[in-house]
Nanobody, 125 residues
Framework: VQLQASGGGLVQAGDSLRLSCAAS????????MGWFRQAPGKEREFVAG????????YYSDSVKGRFTISRDNAKNTVYLQMNSLKPEDTAVYYC???????????????????WGRGTLVTVSS
């Protein structure tokens, strides 16, 4: 699986952005997909995740209520809609894919098998 994230940019606080992650591979629909971010000098952190069936979605406390993860298996694409952006959301955002990820591990970067190159989101105050 190859992943390509896009949609980042420079916005002002309160604005919205939608990130996209296009995946190659016919088995996309079976993978758990996650969005992570990494700010300068900080560790990579979980942002949102979605299981293959798209029924249940998971968010970090810092983005819950502002960000929405979704996926379109027909298009092999996962999205991250980001609303009410804050300066502390500034980071490089990565999408990731993993197979056979159990729920308790979904927030751990180490369990994901494939990673995109990241897209930079900068939120000015």
């Amino acid at each position: 699986v190859q992943l390509q994230a896009s949609g980042g940019g420079l916005v002002q606080a309160g604005d919205s952005l939608r990130l996209s992650c296009a995946a190659s591979g016919r088995t996309f629909r079976s993978y758990t997909m996650g969005w992570f971010r990494q700010a300068p000098g900080k560790e990579r952190e979980f942002v949102a995740g979605i299981r293959w069936g798209s029924v249940t979605k998971y968010y970090s406390d810092s983005v819950k209520g502002r960000f929405t993860i979704s996926r379109d298996n027909a298009k092999n694409t996962v999205y991250l809609q980001m609303n009410s952006l804050k300066p502390e959301d500034t980071a490089v955002y990565y999408c990731a894919a993993g197979n056979s990820i159990i729920l308790s591990q979904l927030r751990a970067p180490s369990v994901y098998d494939y990673w995109g190159r990241g897209t930079l989101v900068t939120v000015s105050s």
